[in-house]
């Protein structure tokens, strides 16, 4: 899983590139657990890509959490 720009102002572009197949469904997490999105992309190839806009976010610390069934994924990113 690969997030840039991190720091970001509002625009992220997210990279998935492994053997997930399907269904993947991503959240935005704040530090509290809070889930302020939640997003089911779909992924048929050797990579996903997607632009997360996160512009109406407070500036904080977030977690993307990518999960497909049992498997998941997470990183941190800052909002500035």
Not at 24 to 41: A, F, P, W, Y
Request: hydrophobic letters at 35%; aromatic letters at 4%; charged letters at 30%.
């Amino acid at each position: 899983l690969t997030l840039y720009p991190n720091p970001t102002n509002g625009q992220l572009e997210l990279s998935l590139a492994n053997e997930w197949k399907g269904e993947v469904s991503l959240r935005v997490l704040d530090v509290t657990g809070r889930e302020h999105s939640m997003l089911i992309l779909s992924k048929k190839g050797e990579e996903l890509r997607h632009t997360l806009q996160l512009e109406g976010l407070p500036s904080g610390l977030y977690l993307i959490d990518l999960r497909q069934g049992e498997r998941r994924a997470v990183k941190r990113i800052v909002k500035q």
